[in-house]
């Protein structure tokens, strides 16, 4: 019996002891695998898992924006871009009743010479987008894009813009030259989108009563002026305005080939004659302005992508990053020293009558209404042409004498406070650089035509 305890207490002792040896083997193996260099072998792939990971997410976001940044470029930008040479893509954007007409006509050929590639032109008449096709002269012109209203109304309402605290008030406000200032800030806004989806380098906001004038370059090429604020740290220039001045009574018929002496702009002129002479254009003693329409020009901004708003019909700022004050970025703007906007407005005696009217309120018969004729016109000017040519040169007789009569007063009132006929106060007055003459775009169209 002691024998037979004692053979199984050995077998008890080997099986113990065979147990035990596995076990050391396996912590052998383990104290091997966390071993200095293993765990530098597994950290090491798992710092290259996450450059991988980081750098697929990466490259996704890039992607994603580059998308998201030259999605839908027309080929309309890329017909304009075509020939390789890289120029810059000059657009403006503007509002007018009808995109026909010889005058409208002469604006694009115009600003086609003098470097601009792209036009936005919003037709504010309630059209619908086949009646665009009316337009003959615009629908030939690969690089004239034209807008209906009834096409952007919907678009309109969900503008940025029209929450902005300089808008808002006008938003509310009545008549017609409110309403329009409203569109124009509003068209500035959808263009400034499409000019990002269109590749345009610079973008500006110019009426078709008016003309660009790059003064200042040789060639009279906007996109040579450009090309020199390119590199720099500029957003946006601002061209002072010069306003047109007709010579003859009643008027010019042809206002960009007609007219070639322009007031000049208080930021172009010496201070010091300015003020001196500057009265003398004055024509009205109680209306102190030397201009008759605005006077803080214009300006062209560079389009920088997602950051570009429009500040009303003359400027523009960037788009805010958040709504902390300290995210509002500045907006650096040089005004030049040379180039300008030319404004043609009061041009034809006839013409000035046509659109007072148009814009006129209803049921008012005499400058007694004045708060309806206020809230109707935003410039004081307007509101006086108003009542002068339009309320005093209309009744309800039918007497020719009367009619003459007060024809003869309303073309005596236009003459007086608008036209400079004497040679002699003009040939001064452009002397003393408060006048300018201007005969390049006269020549540039009269060469189109």
């Given at each position: ?374 809230q109707t016109f935003l410039l004081d000017f307007d509101r006086q042409a108003f009542v002068a040519l339009v309320l005093n040169g209309e009744g309800d007789d039918d007497e020719s004498e009367r009619l003459e009569g007060r024809r003869r007063k309303v073309e005596a009132w236009y003459n007086e406070r608008i036209v400079f006929e004497d040679v002699n106060e003009t040939a001064m007055l452009v002397h003393s650089g408060v006048f300018d003459r201007i005969y390049a775009p006269s020549l540039l169209l009269k060469k189109l035509s």
């Amino acid at each position: 019996m002691s024998l037979r305890r004692a053979a199984n207490n050995n077998n008890n002792n080997n099986n113990i002891f065979n147990n035990i040896l596995p076990r050391r083997e396996r912590r052998r193996k383990a104290r091997d695998f966390l071993s200095p260099s293993m765990m530098l072998f597994l950290v090491s792939f798992l710092l290259f898992l996450l450059f991988l990971f980081f750098s697929s997410l990466f490259f996704f976001f890039l992607w994603c924006w580059l998308s998201k940044n030259t999605r839908g470029e027309s080929t309309r930008a890329t017909t304009l871009r075509a020939d390789g040479n890289h120029e810059l893509l000059v657009a403006v954007v503007t509002t007018k009743k009808n995109a026909s007409g010889r005058r409208f006509e002469q604006w694009v050929r115009y600003h086609e010479q003098v470097g601009i590639g792209l036009f936005y032109v919003f037709v504010d008449d309630r059209t619908t987008r086949t009646s665009l096709n009316s337009y003959a002269f615009s629908q030939k012109k690969e690089n004239v894009k034209l807008f209906s209203e009834s096409e952007m109304e919907s678009i309109r309402t969900k503008l940025l813009c029209n929450k902005e605290q300089w808008l808002v008030p006008w938003i509310r406000k009545r008549g017609c030259n409110a309403e329009l200032f409203v569109k124009q800030s509003q068209n500035v806004e959808m263009a400034i989108e499409m000019a990002t989806e269109d590749n345009v380098d610079w973008i500006a906001h110019i009426d078709t009563d008016e003309l660009l004038f790059p003064a200042g370059v040789a060639n009279l090429d906007i996109r040579e002026l450009l090309r020199e604020y390119q590199p720099r740290n500029i957003d946006g220039i601002v061209l002072p305005n010069y306003e047109a001045v007709p010579e003859t009574k009643g008027g010019v018929q042809d206002p960009f080939v007609d007219a070639t002496l322009f007031k000049r702009n208080y930021a172009h002129a010496d201070k010091k004659t300015w003020k001196k002479l500057g009265g003398v254009v004055v024509r009205n003693k109680s209306l102190l302005n030397f201009f008759l329409a605005y006077a803080n020009g214009k300006s062209i901004a560079r389009v920088a992508r997602n950051r570009l708003r429009s500040n009303g019909a003359h400027r523009f700022k960037f788009r805010p990053i958040s709504k902390s004050p300290s995210s509002r970025q500045r907006f650096n703007e040089v005004t030049h020293s040379e180039a300008k906007i030319l404004h043609y407005p009061y041009m034809n005696l006839d013409e000035s009558i046509k659109r007072l009217r148009n814009c006129s309120p209803r049921d008012v018969t005499s400058s007694l209404d004045a708060g309806k004729i206020n809230q109707t016109f935003l410039l004081d000017f307007d509101r006086q042409a108003f009542v002068a040519l339009v309320l005093n040169g209309e009744g309800d007789d039918d007497e020719s004498e009367r009619l003459e009569g007060r024809r003869r007063k309303v073309e005596a009132w236009y003459n007086e406070r608008i036209v400079f006929e004497d040679v002699n106060e003009t040939a001064m007055l452009v002397h003393s650089g408060v006048f300018d003459r201007i005969y390049a775009p006269s020549l540039l169209l009269k060469k189109l035509s």
